[in-house]
């Protein structure tokens, strides 16, 4: 399975602890395309269908659902956790992932 930055994968993120999003549920990889070929991690911000407004949130629609990427709950993870490949982001959805996370981690 070829996994590319900006897909939309399937995630098993269980086992959590705290406020960590839990369970199986749709991901957007944001690690570059070099280390997702290269290593056996992958960098990624959940999905969720809570539509709360939030500065690190970015709204999209995906399979006729809205959702929000989270993020705030960026997380490394092994590519075993990875069940299958979704979608992808459109351009429009990718520029605002970028400013929002160059926004939140880079200013």
Known sequence: ?????YSIVLVNLDPTLGSEI???????????DE???????????????NLKKYPTRVAVEHDRMKGMIV????????????????????KSEIKACKDIIRETFVN
């Open 35 to 49: 280390m997702n070929k290269y290593l056996n991690t992958i960098v990624l911000a959940p999905m969720t269908t």
């Open 71 to 90: 993020i705030d709950q960026i997380r490394t993870v092994d590519k075993v956790r990875i069940q299958k490949v979704l979608g992808r982001l459109t």
């Open 1 to 5: 399975m070829e996994i590319t930055q």
């Open 22 to 32: 839990k369970k199986t549920r749709p991901c957007v990889v944001v690690s570059p």
